[in-house]
């Protein structure tokens, strides 16, 4: 099955640009769609069809994907950022909706 | 305000079944695709199984085909998972969500509920 790996963490001064990468074979060729989950809550959708914003999110959240990795950029990092972020596609050969491993952002 | 409440967790020994329900609100619910995921403590996402607006498609993860059925009432705005023969590696805590798409099947998941937590232990 398909495999999305992300890093474990990723730690980032407040002000700065954070980014996060989903590594997956020829990633380039799906949609991916970003999660933001704080502890003790639900997942937030934050970005999907790799570049597009819900309403609600701030422009600070933007996403890319090529070749084989997709990324999530948070800019003018602020302390409520401060959560995990997973990655996720629709995989059509074996029709399964899959989830990176989640990376932990720190704001420093 | 679309709203998607769960409930129906709990402690439930090896080999044991829970029905889970959630109670759509907020949006045309027999217009979504809808989706269970779910998340083991400390651990990440994993994807369950979803179900067509009619109910006339569904999908599940290998892990869970055969032990586990996904259903929804549309006239009760309602989606459930029946989990048949749980084992502890099923202890998590279980999302709704509502699927969205460009067309077919369900490509993310945009409102989510808060979750109802399932332990499996003796």
């Known amino acids: 099955s398909y495999v999305l790996t992300q890093p474990p963490s990723v730690s980032v001064a407040p002000g700065k640009t954070a980014r996060i990468t989903c590594g997956g074979n020829n990633i380039g060729s799906k949609s991916v769609h970003w999660y933001q989950q704080k502890p003790g809550q639900a997942p937030v959708l934050v970005i999907y069809y790799d570049s597009d914003r819900p309403s609600g999110i701030p422009e600070r959240f933007s996403g890319s994907n090529s070749g084989n990795t997709a990324t999530l950029t948070i800019s003018r990092v602020e302390a409520g950022d401060e959560a995990d972020y997973y990655c996720q596609v629709w995989d059509s050969s074996s029709d399964l909706r899959v989830f990176g491993g989640g990376t932990k952002l720190t704001v420093l | 305000e679309v709203q998607l409440v769960e409930s129906g967790g709990g402690l439930v020994q090896p080999g044991g079944s829970l029905r889970l329900s959630c109670a759509a609100s907020g949006f045309t619910f027999s217009s979504y695709w809808m989706s269970w995921v779910r998340q083991a403590p400390g651990k990440g996402l994993e994807w369950v199984a979803n179900?067509?607006?009619?109910?006339?498609?569904?999908y599940y993860v290998d892990s869970v085909k055969g032990r586990f059925t996904i259903s929804r009432d549309n006239a009760k705005n309602s989606l459930y998972l029946q989990m048949n023969s749980l084992r502890a590696e099923d202890t998590a805590v279980y999302y709704c969500?509502?699927?969205?798409?460009?067309?077919?099947?369900?490509?993310?998941?945009?409102?989510w509920g808060q979750g109802t937590l399932v332990t499996v232990s003796s």
């Open positions: 179900i067509k607006q009619d109910g006339s498609e569904k």
């Open positions: 969500a509502r699927d969205r798409t460009r067309g077919g099947n369900s490509d993310y998941f945009d409102y």
